[in-house]
């Protein structure tokens, strides 16, 4: 039997052509669904394969808190993403960064470097409705869902053969490129044979909705400690997004606290920065850990986002991060011939190199001094703290990362119309 007729024969999708695809793109989270986008935007056609069913938003569309830099903000807009939001996104103004039991401190203003935000807050959920009315304009994009991979079957003729499963069974498709957009525990990077490098911070970090005496007024606040950063988000519905870290091993004690109990925790370990904290949202909690895969590429594949690379949520750099990965594959592929040629994922990996290396290294960095309790680092983290608050090049570094500019910047991210 002839290879096409017999893959068709095997899929419950009845039109051949379906089953061939220039990009392939397994996961509909927030990378993979961003870089559809980018994707049509560049005239490339491309397929989606979600997990979820039509109507139903993946697992990571919930209340967590997303902090855009600016570089994310120029892009989502220009993907025509960011005009889709109903609720409104709160602007970071300032940022102010401390840590319980050290002097000094860093701040940093926005007006400092002639800009209004360094960034934006938006509610996961309400950036998935967004994701999602503007995927639903995309009349190129192919949406298989609810789908899932299972494994791939060789490339033939310059197509990576994928197994994919439904309702009605399993089935397969072509595709000249394979991008695993499919979280921390990637099946696509399981499959291609790629190792990770695993760390757990034996943190937990607690994520709610926090309603103060004093709405936001624009600033930032990250509270570091022995057992992991609490954080305060200004968002746009006068309220605070919280992150707060606590040692893995008290995890259940604090999810077990009751909302008053709770509060006074966090407004113990934060202070009064914020003004009094008055009511707490349902509660979610998330394990900290690092995931880096050793590599980004194979044979017709490649890996994005959280797949690539997992990052602890200190300094909010994960999802941008990955947006940079999603926006400049779009950019290598745009005009390819290929999409999948060795040359091109290679051109790729080179491009994401210094910004993928820098903002893993500064982010596992941190991570780990401001948490380390012991004394002899007191005196030191204070006196980076201190040089940091007075150092205006050193600030403008910090400022730059926040605003994700590091390395080679993807066209979108610089807010050009490219």
Same mark, same amino acid.
């Given at each position: 039997?002839?290879?096409?007729?017999?893959?068709?024969?095997?899929?419950?999708?009845?039109?051949?052509?379906?089953?061939?695809?220039?990009?392939?793109?397994?996961?509909?989270?927030?990378?993979?669904?961003?870089?559809?986008?980018?994707?049509?935007?560049?005239?490339?056609?491309?397929?989606?394969?979600?997990?979820?069913?039509?109507?139903?938003?993946?697992?990571?569309?919930?209340?967590?808190?997303?902090?855009?830099?600016?570089?994310?903000?120029?892009?989502?807009?220009?993907?025509?993403?960011?005009?889709?939001?109903?609720?409104?996104?709160?602007?970071?103004?300032?940022?102010?960064?401390?840590?319980?039991?050290?002097?000094?401190? /860093? $701040? +940093? @203003?926005?007006? #400092?470097?002639?800009?209004?935000?360094?960034?934006?807050? *938006? !509610?996961?959920? &309400?950036?998935?409705?967004?994701?999602?009315?503007?995927?639903?304009?995309?009349?190129?994009?192919?949406?298989?869902?609810?789908?899932?991979?299972?494994?791939?079957?060789?490339?033939?003729?310059?197509?990576?053969? /994928? $197994? +994919? @499963?439904?309702? #009605?069974?399993?089935?397969?498709?072509?595709?000249?490129? *394979? !991008?695993?957009? &499919?979280?921390?525990?990637?099946?696509?990077?399981?499959?291609?044979?790629?190792?990770?490098?695993?760390?757990?911070?034996?943190?937990?970090?607690?994520?709610?909705?926090?309603?103060?005496?004093?709405?936001?007024?624009? $600033?930032?606040?990250?509270?570091?400690?022995?057992?992991?950063?609490?954080?305060?988000?200004?968002?746009?519905?006068?309220?605070?997004?919280?992150?707060?870290?606590?040692?893995?091993?008290?995890?259940?004690?604090?999810?077990?606290?009751?909302?008053?109990?709770?509060?006074?925790?966090?407004?113990?370990?934060?202070?009064?920065?914020?003004?009094?904290?008055?009511?707490?949202?349902?509660?979610?909690?998330?394990?900290?850990?690092?995931?880096?895969?050793?590599?980004?590429?194979?044979?017709?594949?490649?890996?994005?986002?959280?797949?690539?690379?997992?990052?602890?949520?200190?300094?909010?750099?994960?999802?941008?991060?990955?947006?940079?990965?999603?926006?400049?594959?779009?950019?290598?592929?745009?005009?390819?011939?290929?999409?999948?040629?060795?040359?091109?994922?290679?051109?790729?990996?080179?491009?994401?190199?210094?910004?993928?290396?820098?903002?893993?290294?500064?982010?596992?960095?941190?991570?780990?001094?401001?948490?380390?309790?012991?004394?002899?680092?007191?005196?030191?983290?204070?006196?980076?703290?201190?040089?940091?608050?007075?150092?205006?090049?050193?600030?403008?570094?910090?400022?730059?990362?926040?605003?994700?500019?590091?390395?080679?910047?993807?066209?979108?991210?610089?807010?050009?119309?490219?």
């Amino acid at each position: 039997m002839p290879e096409d007729a017999r893959i068709s024969s095997i899929s419950p999708r009845a039109d051949a052509a379906s089953d061939r695809h220039d990009v392939l793109i397994v996961g509909g989270g927030l990378v993979g669904a961003s870089l559809a986008i980018a994707l049509e935007r560049a005239g490339v056609g491309a397929a989606l394969v979600e997990a979820t069913p039509p109507g139903a938003m993946p697992a990571v569309f919930d209340q967590r808190n997303l902090s855009f830099a600016e570089a994310t903000v120029h892009a989502l807009t220009a993907l025509g993403v960011l005009q889709k939001l109903h609720a409104p996104a709160g602007p970071i103004r300032e940022i102010h960064v401390s840590r319980a039991g050290d002097f000094g401190r /860093v $701040r +940093l @203003a926005a007006s #400092d470097y002639g800009r209004e935000a360094f960034g934006q807050v *938006v !509610v996961a959920r &309400d950036f998935g409705e967004a994701l999602e009315a503007r995927l639903s304009e995309l009349p190129a994009l192919v949406r298989q869902r609810p789908a899932r991979f299972i494994g791939f079957d060789g490339i033939e003729d310059g197509w990576r053969v /994928v $197994r +994919l @499963a439904n309702a #009605d069974g399993e089935y397969r498709v072509r595709a000249r490129l *394979v !991008v695993g957009a &499919d979280g921390s525990d990637s099946a696509i990077r399981a499959s291609l044979g790629i190792d990770a490098e695993f760390h757990d911070y034996a943190q937990t970090l607690f994520i709610a909705r926090l309603r103060t005496a004093r709405p936001p007024d624009g $600033r930032a606040f990250e509270r570091l400690t022995d057992n992991g950063p609490t954080a305060l988000l200004p968002r746009g519905d006068r309220h605070y997004g919280l992150v707060h870290g606590v040692a893995a091993a008290d995890a259940a004690a604090v999810a077990a606290l009751d909302d008053s109990a709770f509060l006074a925790r966090v407004q113990r370990i934060f202070g009064w920065r914020a003004g009094r904290l008055l009511g707490v949202g349902p509660r979610s909690r998330h394990p900290a850990r690092r995931v880096v895969a050793g590599r980004v590429i194979d044979a017709r594949a490649v890996l994005v986002g959280n797949a690539a690379q997992s990052l602890h949520p200190i300094g909010a750099q994960g999802f941008n991060l990955g947006l940079r990965d999603a926006l400049t594959l779009a950019e290598c592929i745009a005009g390819a011939g290929d999409p999948g040629a060795p040359e091109l994922l290679e051109h790729y990996a080179a491009r994401r190199r210094e910004d993928r290396e820098r903002t893993l290294a500064f982010s596992d960095g941190l991570a780990r001094i401001t948490a380390n309790p012991a004394a002899l680092l007191r005196p030191l983290r204070s006196l980076g703290l201190l040089a940091i608050d007075r150092d205006s090049s050193l600030q403008a570094m910090l400022a730059g990362g926040a605003m994700g500019y590091r390395g080679d910047v993807p066209a979108l991210c610089r807010g050009g119309a490219t």
